[in-house]
T-cell receptor, first 113, second 112 residues
Framework: DTAVSQTPKYLVTQMGNDKSIKCEQN?????MYWYKQDSKKFLKIMFS???????INETVPNRFSPKSPDKAHLNLHINSLELGDSAVYFC????????????FGQGTRLTVV | GQQLNQSPQSMFIQEGEDVSMNCTSS?????WLWYKQDPGEGPVLLIA?????ELTSNGRLTAQFGITRKDSFLNISASIPSDVGIYFC????????????FGAGTRLAVHP
């Protein structure tokens, strides 16, 4: 069973479109994250949720709206996509309560054309 | 903001050689984590360190949490082709349990 699964794995879309990426974890973790990896492979946190509550928003444009319907799911919706949004987006989860050992999904490669 | 300085940026070695990479920070951290990322995959946790001075091994991997709590190293002994990938150090800032900061990564290539 996949611990952290995100869909889709690849997403190609035109500028201005709206798209969503879904993430689910079956580890029973309290904390979930979205990270962005750029073309130079630098990983930067975007959002952190703990038990469905937003904990961290790292100055991400408000075109990005995460939603956590329950603590096992954290979806990412992106409005009005721009060329600069092209990157690999990773969902991750960790136990929380002081344990930051994060488990990552396989990533979603977003290409905006 | 807090930054991790990871070096070297890349390494190209012969199979069987030992490898060493390290991370430093200007801030004190409570945790040092080392991840490996294979092409097309997400990062996978290799070793977690929680105490200053702690030395931990995982097979051919050995990592240490620096005494000053501002640095860590990862060693790989007797490298093999499947060690190829990007290795990242990561830290949780003191009190920042809901966030990991990553180094820029060390790209490792192993020549058979």
């Amino acid at each position: 069973d996949t611990a952290v699964s995100q869909t889709p794995k690849y997403l190609v879309t035109q500028m201005g479109n709206d798209k969503s990426i879904k993430c689910e974890q079956n580890l029973g973790h309290d904390t979930m994250y979205w990270y962005k990896q750029d073309s130079k492979k630098f990983l930067k946190i975007m959002f952190s949720y703990n038990n469905k509550e937003l904990i961290i928003n790292e100055t991400v444009p408000n075109r990005f709206s995460p939603k956590s319907p329950d603590k096992a799911h954290l979806n990412l919706h992106i409005n009005s996509l721009e060329l600069g949004d092209s990157a690999v987006y990773f969902c991750a989860s960790s136990p929380g309560t002081g344990n930051t050992e994060a488990f990552f999904g396989q990533g979603t490669r977003l290409t905006v054309v | 903001g807090q930054q991790l300085n990871q070096s070297p940026q890349s390494m190209f070695i012969q199979e069987g050689e030992d490898v060493s990479m390290n991370c430093t920070s200007s801030s004190i951290f409570n945790t040092w984590l080392w991840y490996k990322q294979d092409p097309g995959e997400g990062p996978v946790l290799l070793i977690a360190l929680y105490k200053a001075g702690e030395l931990t091994s995982n097979g051919r991997l050995t990592a240490q949490f620096g005494i000053t709590r501002k640095d860590s190293f990862l060693n790989i002994s007797a490298s093999i082709p499947s060690d190829v990938g990007i290795y990242f150090c990561a830290d949780a800032p003191a009190g920042g349990y809901n966030k990991l900061i990553f180094g820029a990564g060390t790209r490792l290539a192993v020549h058979p």
